[in-house]
């Protein structure tokens, strides 16, 4: 089992349209958690940090479900600019930091 | 504004070369990484640096090796090419505190064919 697992996609969503995905982690001494967005050929650029009470940043939402393990990015009224691959990012401390990257969703908005 | 550069957007070498990729940053940060990207894999740590002269291996550290002499520059060495290292090779860096890691920022990436 991967450590941190997303849905590879692609979603296909019309403009306009509310999205969520999910990504799961296993170890459960996992302490912080992002998203990033990468656009085709692009480097990934962070979207959000996910803190455990969730955050907010327009039409953006992430929770963090620790009970349950995973997190999950809400984007709502969905732009055409939005189609991108998400990734998700797992930080884990224990001796050193560890740094675990999810292979990402890729979302399409059509028009 | 975080401005990381790397040395070239695309390689091309032959197998058996020595191959040095570059990365440099200008925002004074501890922390440095090097990433190699793979379609279905997702971003693989190869190495990172939280300071001149240190340095840890990641996830597939093998075939690699890494060199930090100063703080914005880190350097990526193949010491002998090989077709399975093709890949999208991207430097990160973030910064401190030392040793924890929050949000990151990546490199345009080097696209390295070897052949």
């Known amino acids: 089992r991967k450590e941190v697992e997303q849905d590879p996609g692609p979603f296909n969503v019309p403009e306009g349209a509310t999205v969520a995905f999910n990504c799961t982690y296993s170890?459960?001494?996992?302490?912080?958690f992002f998203w990033y967005r990468q656009d085709c050929r692009k480097e990934p650029k962070l979207l959000m940090s996910?803190?455990?009470s969730g955050n907010e940043d327009g039409r953006f939402t992430a929770q963090l479900n620790r009970a349950s393990q995973y997190i999950s990015l809400l984007i709502r009224d969905s732009k055409l600019s939005d189609s991108a691959t998400y990734l998700c990012v797992v930080n884990q401390y224990s001796s050193a930091s560890k740094i675990i990257f999810g292979s990402g969703t890729r979302l399409s908005i059509r028009p | 504004d975080v401005k990381v550069t790397q040395s070239s957007r695309y390689l091309v070498k032959r197998t058996g070369e020595k191959v040095f990729l570059e990365c440099v940053q200008d925002m004074d940060h501890e922390n440095m990484f090097w990433y190699r990207q793979d379609p279905g894999l997702g971003l693989r740590l190869i190495y990172f640096s939280y300071d001149v002269k240190m340095k840890e291996k990641g996830d597939i550290p093998e075939g690699y090796s890494v060199s930090r002499e100063k703080k914005e520059r880190f350097s990526l060495i193949l010491e002998s090419a090989s077709t399975n290292q093709t890949s999208m090779y991207l430097c990160?860096?973030?910064?401190?505190?030392?040793?924890?890691?929050?949000?990151?920022?990546f490199g345009p990436g080097t696209r390295l064919t070897v052949t």
């Open positions: 990160a860096s973030s910064p401190p505190p030392t040793g924890v890691i929050y949000e990151q920022y």
């Open positions: 996910v803190y455990s």
């Open positions: 170890n459960s001494a996992s302490q912080s």
